[in-house]
């Protein structure tokens, strides 16, 4: 007959497997075997999906596919809009986010939202402007924007970029970048104002659109956001990151996205080092 003490020890150690299979008391972070990654759907070239159901599309694809293959996971996506990124890691909707995310000290520190971390960069962008094709002559500086309808979204760097450094216009305010994209196809705006990099993944989809590249000098860094307080993942997504910013995958991966040189968007080693698992940019 079995004793009470071994009968103890024997739930005790059944309490123990279970634990161990379900995941309970582990310190691993996400659990499971996959990671919860929130994309964009409505940005041909960086975050895309056809549809409700249809295969997802873009170079933010990508770099979350290299974030989850650092952490040994499959991607679970869902879609995000842009003024909930922050919302989606703060309420634990998503362990990632990459979505076209700009790392500031703002958001690192919880300024006007979920503070957050980051990985990064795995790219970089100055702002643009996106056109119709037959007013492109007509519109090639900020300045040329004087009086016109110009569109932003809310969530992104974008519309303080355009309230500080274009002169004075009509803003007209998008539910995300495929409305204002659309809105210009329409015309109900003239303009729409934002990252470079986002608005060249459009004009492959609509070729009647052309950008106005602009020598702005004034950069926005992409980055892989994720919730405070796992500095071992950042550190471990960061180490994978910058291997394959380094290699020829990022600018092939790039190149079945995007138009342009990805010279002009590629960032440099020292640049993931200086912004990413950070409190502060550079600190």
Known sequence: MTSKLSRVALACCGTLLLATSTGCGSDEWPQGKKVRISVKADQPGTGYQEGKYGARTGFDIDIARVAAEALGKEPDFSNVASDKRDVAIGEGDADLVVATFSIND????????????????????????????????????????????????????????????????????????????????????????????????????????????????NFQYYGIALPKGHRDVCEKIKTELKKYVGSHDWAQAFRESLPGDPVTYQPAPGDIDKYSCRDEVGR
Not at 120 to 143: F, M
Not at 194 to 213: E, I, R, S
């Open 106 to 217: 703002d958001r690192l520190s919880g300024k006007y939202g979920p503070a957050v971390d980051f990985v990064g960069p795995y790219a970089k962008t100055s702002s643009s402007i996106l056109v119709r094709e037959e007013d492109y002559s007509d519109v090639q500086k900020t300045d040329d924007l004087e009086g016109k309808k110009v569109c932003t979204w809310p969530g992104t760097t974008s519309g303080v970029v355009a309230s500080e450094n274009l002169p004075t216009h009509e803003s007209i305010e998008g539910t995300d970048a495929g409305d204002c994209v659309n809105k210009l196809n329409q015309g109900y705006v003239d303009a729409v104002f934002t990252d470079a990099l986002l608005l060249h993944g459009f004009t492959k989809m609509y070729p009647n659109l052309q950008v106005v590249d602009l020598d702005s000098g």
